[in-house]
C-alpha cells in the first residue's frame, strides 16, 4: 500500500488529528443529508492507502471541507471511475488540480535535507503566487498552500543544519502565509486567522524578518477585512517596525499603506494621508532587490490601487476614481485579479458621485477580467456594495437593467 502523504501534509500544516478530521467530514455528511459514518479508522486507512478511492458521498465531503478535487487530496481514481469529460471540464479540472498540486512536486524525503531542496521549495511557492495572481484566492490554492507548508515541516526532520531549519520554517511561514491570504481573497476570514496564528509563531521561531514582516501585513489586511480598525493600524505599525522595513524602503512603503488605509477606516484623514505620503516618499528610495514573489505585485501602480481604497473610506471619490485610473494605467496584464479589484474600486467611486453609465461599464469591465473564473469572495463583496449603491442611485436606468441582467448569472457561481 502507498501512503496518503499529501492528506498526512496538509493534516500536519492544519493541526488536524484523525479524530478531528473524522468530526469535519462527518459535519459535511450531516449537512448534505447523510449518515456520518468517519471514524478514526477511515481516516487512518485514507492515510495509510488502504482506502485510495472512498464513497462518492464522502468524497463530495472531503471535496467541501479542503475546497479542492479529490485526487489533489492524494486520492487515486481507479481506471473505471475515470469519466470521459468535454475538453473545457477537462482543462478546468486541470487548473483547479494544478493550484493544490503545484506545492507536490517536492524533493524526495531523504535523510538529510539541503539548500537544494529549499530552493526546489520555494520555486514550488512561486508557482502557487503565479496562480493566485491570475485567479484569485480559492479553495484550491489554500489546500496546495498548506500541502506545501506540511511537506516543509516534515522535511525539516532531516534538516542538515540548523541554518537550513530556519530556512525550513521560514518557508512553512512563508506557505501558511499564502494560504491564510488566500481565505482573505475568498472572505473565508476564520480560517485566515488560523493560518496566520500559526505562520506567526513559525515566523518568529525563523528569525526572518521578511517573513515576519509579511505575516503582519497579512494581520493588517484580515483586520481591515473584520473591520477592527485599530487591530489594522496597530498590524501595520508592527511591519514598520521589523528589520525588513528598517532596511528595505519598499517593504516600509507598503506597511505605510497598510497603516494608511487602517487610519481610513477610522476616518483620519489626516493621519491616513500622513501615511501615504510615508508611503510614497519611501518607494521612491526602493531599489530593485531580490525579494519574495508575493511581493512583485507592489509598485507605485498598486500604491495608487491602495490610495483608491484610502479616499474611498473617506468618501472622496473624485480622488479615488483619479487614483484608480492611475493604478490601471500601468499595473501588469498578468496580474489579472489585482487589476479586477482596480476596476471594481472604480465603479465604486464612480457610483459615489452619481455616475451610473460609467460605473455600470467599469463594473462590467470586471466580470469581463474574470471571464472563465469565478469572482474571489472580496470581488463578489466589493461588486455587492456597488450595486446596492447602484440601486440607491440610478433604479431604474438602463444602464442599471444591463448590468444586473450581465452579473445576475455570475451571483450563482463557485
Not at 450531516?30 to 492507502?49: F, K, Q
Not at 486520492?75 to 469529460?85: E, G, I, Q, S
Not at 516618499?281 to 508575493?294: D, F, G, K, N
Not at 468618501?315 to 476614481?321: D, L, V, Y
Amino acid at each position: 500500500m502507498q501512503q496518503n502523504q499529501v492528506l498526512q501534509d496538509l493534516m500536519q500544516a492544519m493541526e488536524l488529528t484523525q479524530s478531528e478530521l473524522a468530526d469535519r467530514v462527518n459535519r459535511r455528511l450531516l449537512t448534505a443529508g447523510r449518515r456520518a459514518s468517519i471514524t478514526d479508522r477511515t481516516v487512518r486507512y485514507w492515510l495509510t492507502g488502504k482506502t485510495r478511492w472512498p464513497q462518492q458521498a464522502v468524497r463530495e465531503a472531503l471535496e467541501r471541507e479542503f475546497g479542492c478535487p479529490i485526487e489533489s487530496l492524494g486520492f487515486a481514481r481507479p481506471d473505471w471511475a475515470r469519466p470521459v469529460l468535454p475538453e473545457d471540464d477537462v482543462h478546468r479540472r486541470d487548473f483547479l488540480a494544478a493550484a493544490a498540486a503545484a506545492a507536490l512536486a517536492h524533493p524526495t524525503a531523504h535523510a538529510r535535507v539541503g539548500h537544494s531542496d529549499v530552493e526546489q521549495l520555494r520555486t514550488n511557492l512561486a508557482q502557487l503566487v503565479a496562480l493566485d495572481n491570475q485567479r484569485g484566492g480559492h479553495g484550491a490554492l489554500e489546500t496546495g498552500a498548506l500541502a506545501g507548508a506540511g511537506q516543509v515541516m516534515r522535511l525539516s526532520r532531516g534538516a542538515s543544519s540548523g541554518r537550513i531549519n530556519s530556512r525550513l520554517l521560514s518557508l512553512a511561514a512563508d506557505y501558511l502565509a499564502l494560504a491564510a491570504w488566500s481565505c482573505i481573497d475568498a472572505r473565508e476570514l476564520d480560517r485566515a486567522q488560523t493560518h496566520l496564528d500559526r505562520a506567526g509563531t513559525l515566523a518568529g521561531m525563523s528569525g526572518d524578518p521578511v517573513v515576519q514582516m509579511t505575516v503582519w501585513n497579512f494581520v493588517a489586511m484580515l483586520a481591515h477585512h473584520r473591520k477592527r480598525p485599530g487591530e489594522a493600524v496597530a498590524a501595520a505599525q508592527a511591519a514598520q517596525a521589523t528589520r525588513a522595513c528598517r532596511q528595505d524602503p519598499l517593504y516600509a512603503s507598503l506597511a505605510h499603506a497598510r497603516t494608511a488605509i487602517g487610519h481610513s477606516d477610522q476616518l483620519d484623514r489626516q493621519a491616513a494621508l500622513r501615511s501615504l505620503g510615508y508611503a510614497e516618499e519611501a518607494l521612491t528610495r526602493s531599489e530593485a532587490l531580490p525579494r519574495p514573489p508575493w511581493l512583485a505585485f507592489y509598485d507605485l501602480a498598486e500604491l495608487r490601487a491602495l490610495t483608491a481604497i484610502v479616499c474611498g473610506q473617506l468618501g472622496e471619490f473624485e480622488q479615488s476614481e483619479a487614483a484608480s485610473h492611475q493604478a490601471l494605467a500601468t499595473i501588469p496584464a498578468n496580474f489579472r485579479r489585482n487589476r479586477a479589484m482596480a476596476t471594481a474600486r472604480l465603479a465604486v467611486a464612480q457610483i459615489g458621485q452619481g455616475e451610473a453609465d460609467h460605473a455600470c461599464s467599469s463594473a462590467t469591465a470586471v466580470l469581463d477580467l474574470m471571464a472563465g473564473d469565478p469572482l474571489t469572495g472580496r470581488m463578489r463583496t466589493l461588486l455587492g456594495d456597488f450595486h446596492r449603491n447602484l440601486l440607491s442611485v440610478a433604479p431604474d436606468t438602463h444602464a442599471t437593467r444591463e448590468w444586473t441582467d450581465r452579473a445576475r448569472p455570475e451571483w450563482s457561481r463557485t
